[in-house]
């Protein structure tokens, strides 16, 4: 199986500032690499698709990008809806797997 | 606009079976495959397997192959998960969503979740 981790496991920043996530696959996964954005008790919401192509209506703020193994996730001025956890999931093979999370917090 | 409405929490005990429902609307239901997710309280998102409701073909997180089945009826765009043999780490939120692309394979769309709580 595939294994996704991600750093930092939780990060605190102001409104405004631009924040970075970074992923990493445990093989080459090209761009098959996908996020989400989950707020407690809620269900993800799919925020990017294949590493840096935004799901319609979602905030252009938001950017992703990289290929292989190694990715990011790119807020570019943070907002208080912001706040929530952030999770990569790669898409190369099955099973299907997902990297641990990122909790942002707005400070 | 595309919903995915889930059935309610379910509570069992060690051993039993639970099917959770799946309700798609807003699109065509045979169009798109539909994956199942879970999340054990406090951990992070676990993917179960898929099914594609045209054909009815299957793949499973080998973990859980033997366990699970993954059902459609196209009649009423409703898919299904029954896990049986059920243990204690099987308490989770349980997700149905919907692949959005079969080659890109990501999750578009969410149902709302079914907390499935396992205890004797």
């Known amino acids: 199986d595939i294994q996704m981790t991600q750093s930092p496991s939780s990060l605190s920043a102001s409104v405004g500032d631009r924040v970075t996530i970074t992923c990493r696959a445990s093989q080459s996964i090209s761009t098959y690499l996908n996020w989400y954005q989950q707020k407690p008790g809620k269900a993800p919401k799919l925020l990017l698709y294949a590493a840096s192509s935004l799901k319609t209506g979602v905030p252009s703020r938001f950017s992703g990008g990289g290929s292989g193994t190694d990715f990011t996730l790119t807020i570019s001025s943070l907002q208080p809806e912001d706040s929530a956890t952030y999770c990569c999931?790669?898409?190369?093979?099955?099973?299907?797997?997902f990297g641990p999370g990122t909790k942002v917090d707005i400070k | 606009q595309v919903q995915l409405v889930q059935s309610g929490a379910e509570v069992r005990k060690p051993g039993a079976s639970v099917k959770v429902s799946c309700k798609a609307s807003g699109y065509t239901f045979t169009s798109y495959g539909l994956s199942w997710v879970r999340q054990a309280p406090g951990q992070g998102l676990e993917w179960m397997g898929w099914i594609n409701p045209n054909k009815g073909n299957t793949d499973f997180a080998q973990r859980l192959q033997g366990r699970v089945t993954l059902t459609t009826d196209t009649s009423t765009s409703t898919a299904y998960m029954e896990l049986r043999s059920l243990r204690s780490d099987d308490t989770a939120v349980y997700y149905c969503?919907?692949?959005?692309?079969?080659?890109?394979?990501?999750?578009?769309?969410w149902g709302q979740g079914t907390l499935v709580t396992v205890s004797s």
């Open positions: 969503a919907r692949v959005g692309d079969r080659s890109e394979y990501y999750f578009d769309y």
């Open positions: 999931q790669q898409s190369y093979n099955t099973p299907f797997t």
